[in-house]
Antibody
Framework: QITLRESGPVPVKPTETLTLTCTFS??????????VGWIRQPPGRALEWLGI???????DYSPSVKSRLTITKDTSKNQVVLTMTNLDPVDTATYYC????????????WGQGHLVTVSS | SYVLTQPPSVSVAPGQTASITCGGN??????VHWYQQKPGQAPVLVVY???DRPSGIPERFSGSNSENTATLTISRVEAGDEADYYC???????????FGGGTRLTVL
């Protein structure tokens, strides 16, 4: 059974750096093709894909956040970490991590989401 | 960047068929995935690779994809199908993922 769970701070101040951890079970991020992606959703708005890391440490980022976003993995801990710098109130959103089994495949398992509020 | 266009809302009476479209340039050449999201919950995959269903998803959910439009079809709509629906592709040109703007399905 695949599960994912996001964790991290709730209130973050503008210009600060956000660090979110996705802890997963039921799969290995060393298996060929597997990836863990990050998707966010501002309140009342649509899903926005942020980026993804794959089993072979390949990474892709959305152009809209590429300059501020870093995704890393720790396979020994079954964790993926999102780091986003220079936060702004427009970054207020629920952040989800999700599993995919191949590069072009769907996000078939999602975490429950973690609401991040950026406010002074 | 690749853009996926969905209608903001679709309304349908119970028992009828709902069709939710997702437009994109030559989307027929991509694999399209569809997600259902109910208020306060994480998205759930309901159709993948244009027309396949994950286990546990009712046969009432189906999909198609051709040329510039992909479609999610929900037959015999039930009150419990009321939700936001999102299409998504991994765009082969850029190698990046894209979500549509979402469609709110209202069951009258």
């Amino acid at each position: 059974q695949i599960t994912l769970r996001e964790s991290g701070p709730v209130p973050v101040k503008p210009t600060e750096t956000l660090t979110l951890t996705c802890t997963f079970s039921g799969f290995s991020l060393t298996s060929s093709g597997v990836g863990v992606g990050w998707i966010r959703q501002p309140p009342g708005r649509a899903l926005e894909w942020l980026g993804i890391i794959y089993w072979n440490d390949d990474k892709d980022y959305s152009p809209s956040v590429k300059s501020r976003l870093t995704i890393t993995k720790d396979t020994s801990k079954n964790q993926v970490v999102l780091t986003m710098t220079n936060l702004d109130p427009v970054d207020t959103a629920t952040y989800y991590c999700a599993h995919r089994y191949s590069t072009w495949g769907p996000f078939d398992y999602w975490g429950q989401g973690h609401l991040v509020t950026v406010s002074s | 960047s690749y853009v996926l266009t969905q209608p903001p809302s679709v309304s349908v009476a119970p028992g009828q068929t709902a069709s939710i479209t997702c437009g994109g340039n030559n989307i027929g050449g991509q694999s399209v995935h569809w997600y259902q999201q109910k208020p306060g919950q994480a998205p759930v995959l309901v159709v993948y690779d244009d027309s396949d269903r994950p286990s546990g998803i009712p046969e009432r959910f189906s999909g198609s994809n051709s040329e510039n439009t992909a479609t999610l079809t929900i037959s015999r709509v039930e009150a419990g199908d009321e939700a936001d629906y999102y299409c998504q592709v991994w765009e082969t040109g850029s190698g990046l993922d894209v979500f549509g703007g979402g469609t709110r399905l209202t069951v009258l």
